[in-house]
Nanobody, 116 residues
């Protein structure tokens, strides 16, 4: 079974940067897409960015121009580089994988807090 472990969250001031990492527990060809979601208190979980097996990327409006998703296939890792962070970016960030035949896998989440 694939497991996802996020890291890289923390406390930063507005305008700062963070780089989140998500490591899959094992190499697999079953993952067809991976992405980052976030959930702020009292708000629904929302997609931030995704990357498909082909390498094609998509970004939510909230992150376009500030966030970059990338991957390291050799190390089974996907990254989210976040620049120009805003207080509204404060949330728990979750790594997500979509697997053919097996559905979704979620990480435990990593807290990102952006102060004013």
């Amino acid at each position: 079974q694939v497991q996802l472990v996020e890291s890289g969250g923390g406390l930063v001031q507005a305008g700062g940067s963070l780089r989140l990492s998500c490591v899959a527990s094992r190499t697999t060809t079953s993952i067809i897409a991976m992405g980052w979601y976030r959930q702020a208190p009292g708000k629904p979980r929302e997609v931030v960015a995704s990357i498909r097996k082909s390498g094609s990327k998509n970004y939510a409006d909230s992150g376009t121009g500030r966030f970059t998703i990338d991957r390291d296939i050799r190390n089974n890792t996907v990254y989210l580089q976040m620049n120009s962070l805003k207080p509204d970016d404060t949330a728990v960030y979750y790594c997500h994988a979509m697997r053919i035949f097996h559905g979704s896998v979620w990480g435990q989440g990593t807290q990102v807090t952006v102060s004013s």
